[in-house]
């Protein structure tokens, strides 16, 4: 079964599959592209497939919704930005 995710932009609720591989080779074109433009590259890319008739261009999402949708379309892809504090292996010595 394949991952989707719902996101939410102006107020309306969107349902959308994880990223395939055509879309993620857009997705690393995008990322070389300016940053200010990510965000919205993201969720083109991730909505063209699951609702291609949805004009992004008309819609006026919050920013919060952006970076909501953005960070769950990258989570549902398995990419995620690396923990700032990751867990660390603790080796305990046993004396026998």
Do not use: C
Not at 19 to 27: A, D, H, K, M, V
Not at 46 to 64: E, G, K, Y
Not at 75 to 80: P, R, S
Request: proline share 7%; glycine share 4%; charged share 15%.
């Amino acid at each position: 079964m394949a991952k989707v995710v719902t996101i939410t932009l102006d107020g309306q609720d969107f349902v959308v599959p994880a990223l395939n591989i055509g879309q993620l080779e857009s997705l690393t074109a995008a990322f070389e592209g300016p940053k200010s433009a990510i965000p919205f590259s993201v969720l083109r890319i991730a909505m063209a497939r699951s609702t291609p008739q949805t004009d992004l261009a008309n819609m006026t999402p919050t920013m919060d919704e952006v970076s909501a949708a953005v960070h769950a379309i990258l989570e549902t892809a398995g990419l995620q930005k690396a923990d700032a504090n990751p867990p660390h292996l603790t080796v305990v010595a046993k004396n026998d």
